[in-house]
């Protein structure tokens, strides 16, 4: 618990933007830097879905709904992820989680830990 804290979500009108971050206060830079970082999102009513991933190389991943609006970055030395979100729209509206898995190749102890989650409303 604790592991990773999300921000940056809120309302915000059709075609704005906003930026959401992560943090993982309680991991070592090293650990973090061998943890792949995701985005997920859930709307009232549906199962969680996959957003964005980030690798530990760096490699980005995206759903077809978001592809060219969304944007998966991350600074290691910060232990932090974030997720651009640009030209929003009504049907981003969802509760945005962070997940952190371990890299299969890591030499720590795995770990799989998710946020707490993050309220996005776009609506005018």
Known sequence: QGQLVE???GLVPPGGSLRLSCVAPRMITSVYNTYNMKWY???PGQ???LVASISTSGTTDYVDSVKGRFTISRNNSLKKVFLQMNDLKPEDTAV???RAQSSPDSAYMP???WGQGTQVTVSS
């Open 47 to 49: 199962q969680r879905e």
């Open 7 to 9: 921000s940056g979500g």
């Open 111 to 113: 770990g799989d830990y």
């Open 96 to 98: 945005y989680y962070c």
């Open 41 to 43: 999102r859930q709307a």
